[in-house]
């Protein structure tokens, strides 16, 4: 009883009463004309066998037929039009299909269109062509691909993945690289996704300050289920504004991504982030960072090799050399973790620590007293100028006092009896020079923390001591300071440690919570 408008290929036909086009349905006319099958976008399918198929599994359908349905039958339909073939007759007499039923077999092909139009089922809605998916393959193996894809992207953050930790002098970055992109992937990325990759994995150095340690990456990591490298950059936290400009220049909030990031600085900068680049960061406690990131570090190993290593025989300097170390059983351990200041961490397990004290005098105080003492700029002239000084041009010794050693109380005469004691002397200071003031002001600040460190794992009861943060970064000197005096004012008992990536843990970590966050958070 419904009126029929047909056209071929999406013309339409020349029925006098054309209804709108939301009642329009596009089928193939192998579908009609075999039987084919029609599926329902939401709901069940129609079967009447045939080579037939919707039409949104063709990318170009060849032929289509368009019909038009009237929900409402004319008031007087001729007679002609109200006769029906046997097979349709036998279709409408079958009951209406209940929800969550199986379909009922199909009618005959010549009169399948009929047996829809009259048989009580609903009319189905618009079947339309899906748009291709990029790549290769037939377009059931696309619609599978896009609905994995969908299905991961849901579980795991967007691209790209960041962890950020913004320390009193230094900013640590850790920027995953995947390598395992596909194709269909490819041509979905956006093009400021695809610059910001090209950007940091192409350079080492980024302006005047910014470092890529690329000795420090890691390869072929498996992270959230997806294959990469781990990049590790670095900072002076003095340019963080220019940083955060840069982020508003690269339009960096048009990606949707969550900016982790842990240390002072998260908190300090957490205002210029939102205004000046329209970013929201999700601030992380660092000390939680700390032994997460370390832990997952220390895990997957440096590209083969352990990540922990010490110092064996460090009371001989000859035959003072490094040696790997297994921490699969880390607990409990003292972590000292040396940046601008220090903090002292007696852990547990991976959830259970507490902060046993800390201190003031850590990296940053090395490096402002030797820009006072010696007029030099960076942390790594400061560490320059020490490796060519003596610290005993300045350092006043056990045997300056006692002519020797200290026996009574096993004290050497080359022990530090006052730091900075030669200094109380005009002729001293006239002697000295540059080299020596940073050499001396770095074996203070390192035995001032060695002596606190030792002390914390006495009343512990801890005889690991591992040492990390960014004051030991290319600083051979002071890990070997530190490891002589575990050593030997211990008698042995304990053993300091040392991690490759030392100042990077932080950051890691706070990379580790963005991949918690699933892509609707």
């Not at 072929?220 to 400009?245: D, E, V, W, Y």
């Not at 490094?322 to 000292?336: E, F, H, Q, T």
Request: net charge neutral.
């Amino acid at each position: 009883g419904s009126r029929v408008a047909w056209g071929v290929n999406g013309r339409p036909g020349t029925s006098s009463e054309r209804p709108g086009p939301s009642q329009s349905r596009c089928v193939p006319l192998a579908s009609l004309r075999g039987g084919g099958r029609i599926r329902k976008e939401m709901g069940g399918e129609w079967n009447g066998g045939g080579e037939g198929a919707c039409c949104c599994q063709h990318q170009a359908p060849p032929l289509t037929l368009q019909v038009t349905l009237n929900p409402a039958p004319p008031p007087n339909p001729p007679a002609a039009r109200r006769q029906r073939s046997e097979a349709a007759t036998a279709m409408e007499e079958r009951p209406r299909a209940q929800p969550g039923a199986q379909p009922a077999a199909a009618a005959p092909s010549g009169s399948l269109l009929n047996g829809l139009l009259h048989n009580g089922f609903h009319t189905p809605p618009l079947l339309r062509q899906e748009p291709p998916v990029p790549g290769h393959g037939s377009p059931a193996k696309k619609c599978r691909l896009r609905r994995r894809l969908d299905s991961g992207r849901r579980n795991r953050p967007p691209f790209p993945w960041f962890g950020m930790d913004i320390g009193g002098t230094l900013v640590k970055l850790v920027y995953f690289e995947p390598k395992d992109i596909t194709a269909e992937e490819e041509q979905e990325e956006v093009e400021n996704l695809k610059s910001i990759r090209k950007y940091l994995t192409s350079n080492t150095a980024y302006g005047k300050t910014g470092i890529r340690d690329v000795h420090l990456e890691l390869k072929n990591l498996t992270m959230c289920g997806r294959k990469g490298n781990l990049h590790f950059i670095r900072f002076p936290t003095s340019a963080m504004h220019r940083f955060i400009q840069m982020g508003s220049e690269k339009n960096f909030s048009s990606l949707h991504t969550t900016l982790c990031a842990t240390g002072g600085g998260a908190y300090k900068f957490e205002e210029d982030f939102r205004t000046i680049a329209d970013l929201q960061l999700h601030k992380l406690d660092e000390l939680d960072c700390l032994i997460q990131g370390l832990l997952y570090v220390d895990s997957v190993g440096y590209n083969g090799q352990p990540e922990c290593y010490y110092f064996e025989n460090p009371t001989d300097p000859e035959q003072c050399q490094k040696k790997p170390y297994c921490l699969d059983n880390p607990y409990p351990m003292l972590l000292v973790n040396i940046g601008s200041g220090v903090s002292i961490l007696a852990v547990y397990s991976k959830d259970n620590y507490k902060r046993v004290t800390g201190t003031s005098l850590g990296g940053g105080t090395f490096l402002g007293l030797c820009c006072l003492l010696t007029g030099c700029e960076t942390f790594e002239e400061a560490l320059e100028m020490a490796a060519k000084g003596d610290s005993t041009n300045v350092d006043k010794l056990v045997k300056d006092i006692y002519g020797g050693d200290y026996e009574r109380f096993g004290l050497q005469g080359s022990a530090v009896a006052s730091s900075f004691g030669h200094m109380m002397s005009k002729e001293k200071r006239d002697s000295i020079s540059k080299e020596d003031l940073a050499r001396a002001t770095l074996v203070t600040i390192t035995n001032n923390i060695g002596s606190i460190a030792r002390m914390c794992a006495l009343n512990e009861n801890i005889d690991r001591v591992v040492f990390v943060g960014n004051f030991l970064r290319i600083n051979m000197i002071s890990m070997k300071v530190l490891a002589y005096a575990m050593d030997y004012w211990s008698k042995g008992q304990l053993k300091a440690l040392f991690l490759e990536h030392e100042g990077y843990f932080g950051a890691v970590g706070a990379l580790l919570e963005l991949l918690k966050m699933p892509e609707n958070q």
